[in-house]
């Protein structure tokens, strides 16, 4: 038996997680992982109106905000079968482009960089020779003058004894293999993106009135058709121009800097054969054709169209009443009355285990683009090729913490470059006299939808039923719990449990490693609790996406 | 050090970053604007803030409980947040943006209240649950409400951002299944309350001002500082005038909603709702919902989500 090790609170995540691993012979041997807190949002659903539905499950999250207000609507939409108009699709679009462009940056700099970046060790640096290496790699290369403000900045802060968020970091850990310079050229982008990520997130706000938790969006379209003035469009792109070239030159040149020191990594954080992709950013309202493509790959880079109807949720490690897993199709929200017991060996955490199939699937930014690979997307291919060409590394080493942090720099990428498309067909259709931003409907008395979407955290579905003009049950299954899930009935364990294994650990008192692969799944716990535990097996109609 | 020359050195510090000493001034000219104070008190502002930026930073100790982070995400868009985390306060826990996990995190915790007892400023994001010995959540094998009970009256001042930590907010949603309170229903202990669903940062930012300023912060009866919270959406809201010529939205999409008109019959709770909204303006004044031609849901009221919808019916 080996070492027992608990690293909870995991920060720099959304919510409250915990993971527990055992190591062995200095590699993990077998994680647990546990979402701490359990809310009900589901539960409060019950009997309200469903166009209210959108502004309570906003509140799954505020990093990853808007997405599930995108995917309520889209489910309510879908039950009581309304096309939105055009302007409405874009602009969903566009915010939603927003948000992948935003969440990413922050994930890389703020909340994953610190796992590959040794801030102290910037303080060692020679300016000169930063202000050489960020000529040789970056779009937008700083001089010396800047690089030695930065330094004398973070000096200052280390000297004042007041270390704040930076006090008690893995700071000269082993595992840490970047050069001072590259430490301070990273640092100072860390600073960089934190005014950034403030001015990005104002795109939220031109087209929904604010950010966090935009408020725009309504079942049937969107209510800012006042903001589709020139100016305003204008002020959009620009942002968006601005936040692209971030993108571009900064963002894709630090991380292919960062990953060429530690190609390791390629090969460590993978072991997950299962990824699945809902797909998103439709190309009409018909939704035929969608930016990033749906998919199921099973082993390899095989992709299948896949079926709502596989998806199950089970329970049985999971602090709820036990019963079969089930789809999230009507469901009955049950957990447990009491304390809930921390134990591996029978219930550890208040998330549930979604299966595909029967199988843990991993979803998010590596399942997206193995999966528009595997489709021939174009750009993804490309982009794709390009990496792992500049990093001398072969297809295989995708499948790894290394491969998932590099693919949501990708996709970033991909999303950001279309939005400008997106922006132009709005303007020409303003142009055009078309200003419609809604499509009047009326409330059914009953009705069953739902939205397969993909966010920037993987793939994202929720489920409505409506009886009496109100919400009978509303269930979602989101990507945290796809991937942060505990074992199933079969005792199969989740795609971040599977990764976790075998990935070395140099010192079990300073677990920086697993921090590394469990960010690269950029963890958002809150999001991922949820209750759906159906009692009634009803199938609904199947529809092949 | 001398004020004086403690002073400049933090203006040769803004000047280094490219800051001008006008630049800060015009900063500090939208923060006492959104604090509601007129223009003339601009220079206790710039006071504050220089003072504030003094050494030692005063120390927060930020509390993570039954939430969704979307206030530490609001916090964090205000326009040059780096400066504020790393040269304002000294963020000694803050579990969003902190190096440290697992038990170095733990340790970040408890040496800075040791350190710090009775000077952090601790600021509460979430509620707690109650029921089931606070059992639907917790941090490190400690309920929130364990959690709370030790950590928060050791503070100087607790703020209770955003509505969760304010009154209950989403999680006290009937049927309330963890029985989540806000912090003072919890606990016992007073809080100045901040709400919002998210709480709009330039009140948080004005209420640490004001507060390292030394100056009373006035409070309504819902603990809430009347420089933010004095008068409603609707007071201030710039489609007042729609309202008052009954020119009103009767469907999103038509042509009274192109023009702007006064969302009261969709729903809009601006008239119940204390809140300045239509003057702060969120993301660097860019905009606010009413703005965006959605309706207030009146997201800084108690119980709201109970209370106050459904959102698109007319009160």
């Known amino acids: 038996m080996g070492k027992r090790i608990i690293i909870d609170p995991i ?381 001398s590394i072969g297809k295989e080493a995708l499948f790894s913490t290394l491969g998932r942090t590099a693919a949501r720099a990708i996709e970033t990428q991909v999303i950001g470059n279309a939005m400008g498309d997106w922006l132009e067909t709005l303007k020409s259709n303003i142009a055009s006299g078309d200003k419609k931003t809604y499509q009047a409907w009326e409330m059914p008395k009953t009705g069953k939808g739902f939205g397969l979407n993909d966010v920037p955290r993987g793939a994202l579905g929720h489920w409505i039923e409506i009886e009496d003009s109100k919400i009978k049950n509303y269930q979602y299954v989101v990507p945290s719990t796809w991937n942060f899930g505990p074992a199933d009935a079969k005792g199969n364990k989740g795609p971040v449990e599977r990764s976790l294994i075998g990935t070395p650990v140099a010192d079990a008192s300073k677990p920086l490693e697993i921090l590394r692969t469990v960010h690269s799944y950029d963890p958002c716990i809150a999001c991922a609790v949820h209750v759906v535990d159906p009692e009634s097996n009803e199938t609904y109609k199947v529809q092949v996406v | ?132 010995n606070g059992g639907y959540g917790k941090v490190a094998d400690r309920s929130f409400l364990e959690i709370a009970k030790s950590i928060i009256p050791n503070a100087a001042a607790t703020i209770a951002l955003g509505t969760c930590a304010a009154y209950g907010g989403l999680p006290a949603a009937a049927p309330n299944p963890g029985g989540y309170k806000g912090v003072k229903d919890a606990i016992g202990v007073a809080t100045i309350n901040l709400p919002g669903c998210p709480p709009n940062p330039l009140n948080l930012l004005a209420t640490i001002v004001k507060y390292l300023n030394k100056e009373k912060i006035e409070l309504d009866e819902l603990g809430r500082p009347l420089f933010a919270y004095a008068e409603t959406v609707h007071d201030r809201c710039p489609r007042l005038k729609h309202f008052e010529n009954d020119e009103y939205v009767e469907e999103f999409g038509s042509k009274e909603a192109e023009l702007g008109y006064c969302l009261y019959k969709m729903g809009c709770r601006g008239p119940e709702t204390y809140n300045n909204c239509p003057t702060a303006k969120f993301n660097d004044g860019t905009s606010f919902p009413i703005q965006a031609g959605h309706p207030c849901i009146g997201c800084s009221e108690p119980g709201f989500w109970d209370t106050m919808t459904p959102f698109y019916e007319e009160a």
């Open chain 1, 11 to 391: 920060t720099r995540i959304e919510g409250h997680l915990r993971i527990e691993v055992e190591i062995e012979n200095g590699k993990v041997k077998d994680a647990w992982c546990s979402g701490q807190m359990f809310r009900g949002i589901e539960m409060m659903l019950t009997g309200r109106d469903p166009r209210d539905a959108h502004h309570f499950v906003q509140r799954s999250c505020g990093v990853c905000t808007y997405v599930h207000a995108l995917s309520s609507v889209r489910a309510v939409e879908d039950a009581c079968n309304i096309t939105i108009p055009d302007n409405a699709r874009l602009i969903r679009n566009l915010i939603h482009g927003a948000q992948f462009q935003h969440d990413h940056l922050v994930h890389f700099y703020h909340l994953h960089a610190l796992d590959w970046v040794d801030i102290v060790s910037a303080l060692d640096a020679d300016p000169v020779k930063t202000a050489k290496l960020s000529e040789n790699v970056s779009g937008m290369p700083q001089k010396s003058e800047y690089f030695r403000e930065i330094q004398d900045k973070l000096k200052t802060f280390v000297s004042s004894g007041q270390l704040g968020p930076f006090n008690n970091g893995y700071w000269g850990h082993s595992a840490y293999l970047l050069p001072p310079e590259a430490n301070l050229m990273a640092a100072s982008h860390y600073i960089e993106a934190l005014k950034l990520q403030a001015k990005a997130a104002r795109m939220h706000a031109v087209f929904g009135g604010k950010n966090p938790h935009p408020q725009f969006l309504v079942v049937g379209g969107v209510t800012s058709v006042k903001d589709l003035s020139a100016d305003r469009i204008h002020e959009f792109g620009e942002i968006w121009k601005e936040t692209t070239d971030f993108i571009d030159k900064i963002y894709i040149p630090d991380l292919l800097a960062i990953a060429s020191f530690y190609k390791d990594w390629g090969a460590i954080g993978g072991n997950n054969d299962a990824f699945l992709a809902y797909g998103d950013f439709a190309n009409d309202t018909a939704e035929n054709e969608k930016l990033m493509p749906a998919g199921f790959i099973r082993k390899g880079l095989e992709v299948e169209n896949i079926n709502p109807d596989m998806i199950t949720e089970d329970v049985t490690r999971a602090w709820y009443e036990k019963g079969k897993a089930r789809h999230p199709f009507a469901g009955e929200t049950r957990p447990i009355q009491g304390e809930p017991v921390y134990d591996t060996d029978k219930s550890y955490s208040w998330l549930k285990a979604p299966r595909y199939d029967g199988l843990a699937a991993e979803v998010g930014p590596l399942a997206r683009v193995l999966v528009a690979y595997a489709h021939g997307n174009a750009d993804v291919q490309a982009a794709v090729n390009g990496v792992l060409k500049k990093l």
């Open chain 2, 1 to 132: 050090m001398e004020e004086k020359d403690r002073n400049q050195e933090f203006y040769d510090r803004l000047e280094a970053k490219g800051v001008s000493r006008r630049d800060f001034l015009k900063y500090c000219t939208a923060l006492t604007a959104s604090m509601g104070l007129t223009l003339s008190c601009t220079g206790q502002v710039v006071k504050a803030v220089e003072k504030a930026a003094a050494s030692p930073r005063p120390p927060v100790i930020w509390l993570h409980f039954g939430e969704c982070t979307g206030c530490s995400e609001a916090f964090l868009r205000t326009p040059d947040v780096g400066a504020i985390i790393l040269e304002t306060i000294s963020v000694e826990y803050h579990e969003t943006i902190m190096a440290a996990s697992g038990h170095q995190a733990e340790k970040s915790l408890h040496d800075a209240v040791e350190k710090y007892k009775g000077k952090f400023v601790c600021v509460v994001e979430g509620s707690i649950a109650t029921k089931y």
